[in-house]
Nanobody, 124 residues
């Protein structure tokens, strides 16, 4: 497994932007499909975005499509989530997840490594 540490969360006003980072250590980062999930208070954890191990393909939840961008730097063992046009409904703990393989995974049951999460709060 790989160890994941998220950072970059915080408090932002509606309409603002944040970029989350997830630094990986352990096994070779480039073998992993990486994803972001989030969990709002009182709700189940949900998929946000995923990227293949090469970075060549990405996919997004409909709720964030066009506003969020996932990208990775395999030389830095880091995956990022750029979040624009934030709204209060984006308030949640954001988790980074990893799963080795070629495919683009979106189901949280597919991921076997998770970070501790970083809080994002969007004020209206």
């Amino acid at each position: 497994q790989v160890q994941l540490v998220e950072s970059g969360g915080g408090l932002v006003q509606a309409g603002g932007s944040l970029t989350l980072s997830c630094a990986a250590s352990g096994r070779a980062f480039s073998v992993y499909c990486m994803a972001w999930f989030r969990q709002a208070p009182g709700k189940e954890r949900e998929f946000v975005a995923a990227i293949t191990r090469s970075g060549g393909s990405t996919t997004y939840a409909d709720s964030v499509k066009g506003r969020f961008t996932i990208f990775r730097d395999n030389a830095k063992n880091t995956v990022y989530l750029r979040m624009n046009s934030l709204n209060p409904e984006d308030t949640a703990v954001y988790y980074c997840a990893a799963r080795p393989g070629l495919a683009l995974y979106t189901n949280e049951r597919d991921f076997n490594s998770w970070g501790q999460g970083t809080q994002v709060t969007v004020s209206s």
